[in-house]
Structures are given as structure tokens and as C-alpha cells.
């Protein structure tokens, strides 16, 4: 198989340009052509685990790297080696075998760690399968979109790391199959995959959100739902301050029937205007469950989301302004739902993975958000968005829902959440925006975590109080899977020390 690419000193910037360092090594791996998904991952997890020995040796730092799309500095390692995982992207089916007795392999699904959601998606779609939930957009990596908990707006779901069942990891000590307490793959394949079985509910748990403090993923098995379809209704409307209540009280049926449809919704996604909430329009999805028909043939284009580039640009012309906010803002919306798809469009039925699309690279991206237990929305609404507005606001305003998620750091934490989503431009504006958000919610007593992918203002005191005993049990667990201080070494970086998730 080839050996992993070398490139030497270089400058890396992520995908929008947020975020920069100076890396002393950029190290590409790559796969080799070998049916067996067994082999491949010996392979890889091999070449990985020489790096990292490497590294060791050397006293150099080790950054796993997805499609380097967050917004956060997690990704940076100055000095260090970052180790794109781009192309390990392998998707393989599991037979009877493979797996341990009582497990069935039919919904099965084993992903290298830089497939792309897309690629997963494709794949689980060739074997008649869908995955439950994932976010708005496609072109993550699996292992990076896990690591931070990226999530959608399934109503009934957690995060995309839910998907997860098993995991192989590489530390400088050894390639190891972490797993729950209960077996999921047989011990057979472990050992073909050239890994150490490790069964524990805390570090498993742990792996899940992992933040690139547990080691370096390099595969995963996942677990997918028979495939389905979803109805897509995406318009623009008025919504009241009676629905922003309903939504805080779960009543989404009640919601759907007003805006959209009278059934109940799979997927309910509400972007605001921040200026005029209840007297200009938001944009509106609903999706709804559909029996899979493959005689529906694929949409012409993605089933596409929020529209969030045309909005942010138009929020870096705002920044500027004054006057006129409020309808300057409502014109972008409509450029961002310009192909408006509503109850009667013939086009608005499409699988999972055609609801979710492609993003190009955006500089100067403004990210943040908050995640809070559903419930407060209905007291936190008007403060949060009285806050957002005090630092200047941004451009839009997301509301978006889902159930706890699985993983120690998930930051769907709640048993139901909603996710507050302040887009802008990158400017003080949006800073400042953010951080009165995160005051006011702090003065209000709202408790409330914050993504590890996007702009988040945490320290290590915040992390530890946001996730409490959950952060101690992840301590823990990082202690019993790298207990050699030189294994941890390799993977320090000044983000994880500056959160507290490595010493
Ligand atoms: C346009 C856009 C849209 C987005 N939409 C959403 C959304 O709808 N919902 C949502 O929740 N978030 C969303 N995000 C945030 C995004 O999903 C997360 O930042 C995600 O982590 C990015 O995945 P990545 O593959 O680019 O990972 P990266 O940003 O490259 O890495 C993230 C972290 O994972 C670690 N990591 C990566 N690969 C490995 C590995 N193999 N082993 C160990 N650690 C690893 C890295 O070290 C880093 O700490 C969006 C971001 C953008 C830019």
C-alpha cells in the first residue's frame, strides 16, 4: 500500500479561512486498493501507528485532521504534524462473521474515518439503508463530524456520533477495537483488523466526542435505519411568538399543521430575521417520513438547506449599516430559500442523503452557537435575541431540535434540546453579538453548552462546570486508554490544553 505523503513545513489554513498555523509536517494518508475491509484497516492503522511512535520519539505533536471545517481553532497544532484523513474514505458491508453472536450486521456499516457524510451517505443508500439523522451540510468527515457532535434537526434523534458501535483507534501504545461492555464485533475480526480489543462504556462513550483527545480514529462501525424518504417543505412564513412556545413545548404537530403540513414532522428547522422575528418572514423546513420508492428518481440538486451563504455575505455588507436592517436582511433570506420548495412542489420528495448538500468555502465565516434544554426557549427567546441585537447581531438566527445525544462531551446534553445557531460575518459585530448571548443566558441562570466546532469562548473552568461529572468520567477514560503520559503528549495541543481536555 502507499505510504503516507509527506509534504514537510507548511502553512495550513482550514476550509474557511478562519483558522491558521504553521505546521512542521503535513502528512496525508492514503489507502490501498485491498477488497478486504479487514486488511485496510490493518493497513492504515498500521501506518498510523508507526507515525505517531514517530512522533513520540521525537517529541512532536500529533493533530488528527478531518475536511478541516471547523470554525475553532481544535484543528491547529503549530509546530506539529497535522495528519489529513481525507483520503482513507472506505465504506464496507459486514457479514454474519464479522460480527458478535446476537448482533445483526444487516443495518451495519464499517467507515473509514475520513469518509465524507456524502460518501457514507452514497453508501448506505447502495446497501438500502439510510442514515437517521446528520447535519445541514455534507462535505465533513465522519470522524470529524463525530468528534464535535455535529447535529441536524431530527426531531426524535440525537448527533451523528448516535450512529457509532464501535471504533478503532491508534495511540503510540497500540491499535486498539473500542467497544461497550457488550461485544458488537467478533474477535475474529478485531484481531484481523490488527487491533486490541478494549470493551468499555466510559471510554467508548468517551470516543464518541472524542474532540481529537482520544487517540487517532481510523475506522468506525456504524449503524444506519432501513432506507427511507422525506417530504421536503421549505418556504418562507410568518411565524408568532405563540409558535416559538410550541416549539419550546414539543407541540411540533400543532407548529406543522399551521405552517406546513397536518402530520407529524420528522425535521423542523425555523432561521429568523433577529430584527423583525414576527413581522418580516423566516425561513421554514419541515421534512416529513416517507416509505422509500425507488421509482423517484433523484432530485436534480440537493433538497438544499439554509441558504447560509448568501446570507452571510449579505451580513458582511450589514455590518456596515445602520438603517434598514431588518429588510436588507429579509432580501438575502429570499436569496437564500431562492429555490422555495412548498407543499405542492413534485420535486420534494428525496432520500436522506439528498437533503443534505455540498457548502463551498466561505472567508470569514462567523459561527456560534448554544444548546439548552428545549423548554427554556420559551423564556430565553426575546432576552437572546434582545442580546444578540445589543452587540450589533449578525445575520440570521437558527432554531433547531433534537434529543440528548450520545458521548460524555456531547453538547446535546439535554433530554430535549434546542440549538440557537448566531451566524454572521467574522467581525467584532458577531463576536460581540455572541458573547452578550452567553452573558445573558449566564445572568438568566440558563444552563447551556456551546459547539466544539464552532466559536465558543470556552475555557477549561467552563468545560469542567458545563459537563460536570460527565467531564471528570471523560478524564478518566482518556487516563485508561493513553495511560502513558508520553502517548497523551502527542496528541497536546494549545485548544485542548486551553479547554481542559488534555494536561
Ligand atoms: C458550512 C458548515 C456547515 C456546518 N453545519 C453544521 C451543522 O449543520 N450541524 C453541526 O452540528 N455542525 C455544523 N458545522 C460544524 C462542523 O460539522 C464541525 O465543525 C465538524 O467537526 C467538522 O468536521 P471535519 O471533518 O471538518 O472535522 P475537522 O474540523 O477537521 O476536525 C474536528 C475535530 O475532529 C478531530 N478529528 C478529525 N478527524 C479525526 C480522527 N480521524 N481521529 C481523531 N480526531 C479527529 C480534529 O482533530 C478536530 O479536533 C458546520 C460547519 C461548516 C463550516
Redesign the pocket.
Known amino acids: 500500500m502507499p505510504a503516507p505523503l509527506r509534504r514537510g513545513p507548511s502553512r495550513w489554513d482550514?476550509?474557511?479561512g478562519t483558522e491558521s498555523c504553521d505546521v512542521a509536517d503535513l502528512i496525508e494518508l492514503l489507502n490501498s486498493g485491498a477488497d478486504s475491509g479487514r486488511t485496510v484497516l490493518q493497513e492504515v492503522a498500521g501506518d498510523v501507528l508507526a507515525l505517531l511512535q514517530e512522533a513520540r520519539a521525537a517529541g512532536r505533536q500529533v493533530?488528527?485532521?478531518?475536511?478541516?471545517?471547523?470554525?475553532?481553532p481544535?484543528?491547529l497544532v503549530d509546530g506539529g504534524w497535522l495528519v489529513e484523513?481525507r483520503r482513507i474514505n472506505r465504506c464496507f458491508r459486514l457479514a454474519p462473521a464479522d460480527v458478535a453472536p446476537g448482533c445483526d450486521p444487516s443495518r451495519l456499516m464499517l467507515v473509514q474515518?475520513?469518509a465524507t457524510v456524502d460518501e457514507v451517505n452514497d453508501s448506505a443508500e447502495e446497501m438500502g439503508l439510510s442514515l437517521r439523522t446528520g447535519?445541514?451540510?455534507n462535505g465533513?468527515?465522519w470522524?470529524?463530524?463525530c468528534?464535535?457532535?455535529?447535529?441536524?434537526s431530527v426531531l426524535d434523534a440525537g448527533?451523528i456520533q448516535d450512529h457509532i458501535r464501535a471504533l478503532q483507534v491508534v495511540t503510540p501504545s497500540g491499535v486498539f477495537w473500542v467497544e461497550p461492555h457488550k461485544p458488537v464485533m467478533s474477535g475474529e475480526f478485531v484481531t484481523a483488523t490488527g487491533s486490541t480489543i478494549f470493551r468499555d462504556d466510559d471510554v467508548f462513550a468517551a470516543c464518541q466526542v472524542?474532540?481529537?483527545a482520544?487517540?487517532?480514529?481510523?475506522a468506525m462501525v456504524i449503524e444506519c435505519v432501513p432506507i427511507y424518504m422525506v417530504r421536503n417543505i421549505q418556504k418562507r412564513g410568518r411565524i408568532t411568538r405563540e409558535h416559538i412556545s410550541r416549539l419550546a413545548h414539543g407541540e411540533f404537530r400543532a407548529v406543522s399543521r399551521a405552517l406546513a403540513l397536518d402530520e407529524e414532522p420528522h425535521f423542523v428547522q425555523v432561521i429568523l430575521n433577529p430584527f423583525a422575528p414576527f413581522s418580516r418572514d423566516a425561513l421554514l423546513r419541515f421534512l416529513y417520513l416517507r416509505d422509500h420508492d425507488p421509482s423517484i428518481p433523484p432530485p436534480p440538486r440537493p433538497l438544499v438547506g439554509a441558504g447560509?451563504d448568501a446570507l452571510t455575505l449579505i451580513g458582511k455588507a450589514m455590518a456596515g449599516l445602520d438603517l434598514f436592517r431588518a429588510d436588507v436582511l429579509q432580501l438575502a433570506m429570499r436569496a437564500g430559500y431562492a429555490t422555495q420548495r412548498d407543499i405542492n412542489d413534485p420535486e420534494a420528495v428525496a432520500t436522506w442523503g439528498n437533503t443534505t448538500e455540498p457548502?463551498n468555502p466561505?472567508a470569514n465565516?462567523f459561527?456560534g452557537s448554544v444548546t439548552m434544554a428545549r423548554a427554556d426557549l420559551d423564556r430565553a427567546f426575546e432576552p437572546l435575541i434582545e442580546a444578540f441585537l445589543s452587540g450589533g447581531g449578525g445575520t440570521v438566527v437558527t432554531l433547531r431540535f433534537m434529543k440528548r445525544a450520545a458521548g460524555l462531551l456531547a453538547p446535546a446534553r439535554f433530554d430535549d434540546n434546542v440549538v440557537i445557531d448566531f451566524d454572521g460575518p467574522r467581525s467584532d459585530v458577531s463576536h460581540r453579538s455572541y458573547r452578550a448571548v452567553v452573558t445573558r443566558l449566564d445572568a438568566m441562570g440558563i444552563r447551556f453548552t456551546r459547539?466544539?466546532?464552532?466559536t465558543n469562548d470556552l475555557d477549561a473552568a467552563r468545560v469542567a462546570s458545563d459537563y460536570g461529572d460527565d467531564y471528570r468520567r471523560f478524564r478518566q477514560a482518556q487516563r485508561r486508554l493513553l495511560p502513558d503520559p508520553g502517548d497523551i503528549a502527542v496528541f497536546r495541543c494549545d485548544s485542548l490544553i486551553h479547554l481542559g481536555l488534555i494536561n
Open positions: 482550514n476550509y474557511h493533530r488528527p485532521l478531518g475536511a478541516g471545517w471547523s470554525p475553532s481544535i484543528t484523513t474515518a475520513g447535519g445541514a451540510s465533513q468527515t470522524a470529524g463530524a468528534a464535535t457532535g455535529t447535529h441536524g448527533g472524542a474532540v481529537g482520544m487517540g487517532f480514529i481510523t447560509y457548502h466561505i465565516l459561527n459547539h466544539w466546532g464552532k
